[in-house]
């Protein structure tokens, strides 16, 4: 009882507060101001609002369920051409609608924009029929990956990249201590806008005479966000798992597989609600289009990651949760590594001459290494689901003596190297699974 009584405690406030966040994105889209921050004002309100409240309404029907001795839904959603085919109207109506100004008729349709690549992703990852874990389940790991993962993680990296950031400023100082205005005022406008001629070639100086400031962002980028994000969405995996050997019911891998994913897509779209709303209205057609594939990393990432542990508290003594971490972090860094060079040469690409042509080789093949990354966990999901679903047993909650885990033959890496044999139970022990026979 003191559980529910919490549980809806926290659903009032969390309604509570996205109709207040609500209200007032709606009275900033009808407001004054300069147009970026009007934007601002009323896009990230709103859309935080309704995550807010569609998770109040979701929590408190859970605990209502569970009150009265329901049994608990599984988690069903749409196909995935349907989300995908919302997500396309949704963006063409949204532009249309900020050409004519009609930015209070557009916030519904930014929150569809935002929300429609997150069930697809889902749906992908989700079995195609057989057992599915109900929304009781599911709906803790996306509110983790959705509020608490982000504070984590900005904190997190904040601290790692503080000493990197003294040490530019420093370098700058001593070197020109005209450049760090210079930096400041050109790196407000990084965020999906356009810079001017004059704002690029003083960044393409900086860059010149103080490369240690690609070097930080590199680090910060590469290392420091993809450790700190996926370290904060495995907490799902760890909190709302039942893994733990002393437990009479534990998940399947199956389970423990969509955990994370749905973590990895609740920490998506809270980021793509940041990320499109801070590129202005001119900049949002171009970030919302770009920023639809970013939930496809996330969820594969944190899913991966899961995955290992699920498979090495079945194996204490192998190495799955040391191949999870790898790929998790491996592929979300090197995510972040296309999407940095696509970025920085899109900025340089205006300059001109051998230096211009340079900047949008590296901006085709940061483009082209995003769309090869994306496709790789497109292809992950869907081996690692069929995999996965053919190892379960039909139900999302298995006792301790778990099935057989089996490998498909076929499966790409990584999925190959997530999906080894995993052990059996005999016994209330674990022991390695016999080799599969062709």
């Not at 004059?198 to 103080?210: S, Y």
Request: hydrophobic share 55%; charged share 10%.
């Amino acid at each position: 009882m003191g559980k529910r009584i919490v549980a809806l405690l926290c659903a009032f406030l969390s309604v509570a507060s996205g109709l207040v966040l609500i209200a007032v994105g709606l009275f900033g889209a009808i407001g004054g101001g300069r147009a970026p921050e009007q934007f601002l004002a009323s896009v990230i309100p709103f859309l935080l609002g309704l995550l807010f409240l569609e998770l109040g309404l979701a929590v408190a029907w859970v605990t209502w369920l569970a009150a009265r001795g329901a049994a608990q839904p599984a988690v069903k959603l749409p196909p995935w051409w349907i989300s995908a085919l919302a997500y396309i109207v949704a963006v063409a109506v949204g532009v249309g609608l900020l050409q004519l100004g009609w930015w209070w008729l557009f916030l519904p349709f930014a929150a569809i924009a935002v929300t429609a690549p997150i069930v697809v992703v889902e749906r992908l990852g989700s079995p195609p029929s057989g057992a599915t874990p109900s929304w009781r389940r599911l709906l803790p790991a996306f509110a983790w990956g959705a509020l608490v993962t982000p504070i984590l993680a900005l904190t997190l990296q904040l601290l790692a990249a503080v000493g990197a950031f003294v040490a530019a400023v420093v370098g700058l100082n001593l070197g020109n201590p005209q450049s760090l205005t210079i930096l400041t005022q050109t790196i407000q406008r990084l965020q999906g806008r356009t810079f001017t001629d004059d704002q690029t070639n003083a960044l393409v100086r900086i860059v010149a005479a103080q490369p240690l400031v690609l070097i930080i962002g590199f680090f910060v980028v590469v290392f420091a966000g993809p450790v700190t994000e996926e370290l904060g969405k495995f907490g799902a995996a760890l909190l709302f798992g039942r893994t733990r050997g002393e437990r009479a019911v534990q998940d399947s891998t199956l389970t423990i597989f969509l955990i994370g994913l749905t973590a990895g897509l609740g920490f998506a779209i809270t980021e793509n609600i940041f990320y499109t709303a801070q590129a202005g209205s001119a900049g949002w057609p171009v970030q919302i289009v770009v920023r639809a594939v970013t939930p496809l990393m996330h969820g594969t990432a944190s899913a991966l990651l899961a995955l290992g542990w699920a498979q090495q508290r079945r194996a204490p003594g192998g190495w799955a949760l040391l191949r999870g971490v790898g790929l998790a972090i491996g592929l979300h860094a090197t995510w972040n590594l296309f999407a940095g060079v696509f970025s920085v040469a899109q900025i340089f690409s205006g300059v001109g001459g051998a230096a211009g042509a340079g900047a949008i080789a590296l901006a085709v093949l940061g483009g082209l290494g995003l769309i090869g990354l994306a496709v790789t966990s497109w292809l992950t999901l869907l081996r690692l689901r069929r995999t996965l679903s053919a190892d379960s047993d039909g139900t999302p909650d298995l006792p301790t003596a778990d099935t057989t885990e089996r490998t498909d033959p076929q499966l790409a890496l990584p999925a190959a190297i997530m999906a080894a044999p995993a052990p059996v139970a005999s016994e209330g022990q674990w022991r390695p699974a016999e080799p599969q026979r062709s």
